[in-house]
């Protein structure tokens, strides 16, 4: 089974509205960590905002927000006030274990491509 | 403050021919170093990882391997080059004692004809 599904290949948002990406996982391990990245056309990885199993409110960094439902395991994105910069590709990683255990890992999802139209 | 650099920027080989990818990490000690593979359009597929000198875990099986020859230092390499190594190669740190996340170099991007 996919340790992280994002089922989104591709994504529409108008300029200055709010989009939620998809990003579901699947873990025995009680203690993990979800993360978002964004890839623009360059290439780089930028990191956008955590997650840890143990937090009781949703992450939040600027325009970025984490909607984490637990018991559906699933780690939404959601960009507020979308920009013609925030088109890129947005991927979805997972760290199973606690900090530091197995070399703190990363799992990949497949990604979702952000078109933000003016 | 850490950087992380990775060289070269871009290579063109020919199948058979050897390979050798740079990482360096600057402004920090006894980092966790980590070599992902992307295809073309698709996710981060991760190749091998280190928690210090010498120390390589490999996490799938290929042509490719790793080397950690210095603290800070982190070496992609292969004999022979195949078709399928083609690809964008990415390179990260992560300090391992924060809960913090992995940061990315800019990458190489390699192409094998």
């Known amino acids: 089974a996919q340790k992280i599904t994002q089922t989104q290949p591709g994504m529409f948002v108008q300029e200055k509205e709010a989009v939620t990406l998809d990003c579901t996982y699947d873990?025995?391990?009680?203690?993990?960590?979800l993360f978002w990245y964004k890839q623009p056309s360059s290439g780089e990885m930028i990191f956008l905002i955590y997650q840890g199993s143990y937090d009781q409110q949703n992450a939040t960094e600027g325009r970025y927000s984490l909607n984490f439902q637990k018991a559906r395991k699933s780690a939404n994105l959601v960009i507020s006030a979308s920009q013609l910069g925030d088109s890129a590709m947005y991927f979805c990683a997972m760290r199973e274990g606690r900090r530091g255990s197995s070399g703190d890992k990363l799992t990949f999802g497949t990604g979702t491509r952000l078109a933000v139209r003016p | 403050s850490q950087t992380i650099h990775q060289w070269p920027a871009t290579l063109v080989q020919p199948v058979g021919s050897p390979l050798s990818l740079e990482c360096t990490v600057e402004g920090t000690s006894n980092p966790n170093l980590y070599w992902y593979r992307q295809a073309a359009g698709r996710g981060l597929q991760l190749l091998f990882y280190s928690v210090g000198i010498g120390q390589i875990s490999s996490e799938v099986p290929q042509n490719l391997s790793a080397s950690r020859p210095q603290d800070r230092q982190f070496i992609l390499s292969s004999k022979k080059l195949l078709l399928s190594d083609s690809g964008f190669y990415l390179c990260?740190?992560?300090?391992?004692?924060?809960?913090?996340?992995?940061?990315f170099g800019p990458g190489t991007r390699l192409t094998v004809l």
């Open positions: 873990t025995s391990d009680p203690s993990y960590g």
């Open positions: 990260a740190w992560k300090d391992p004692t924060l809960v913090s996340e992995q940061f």
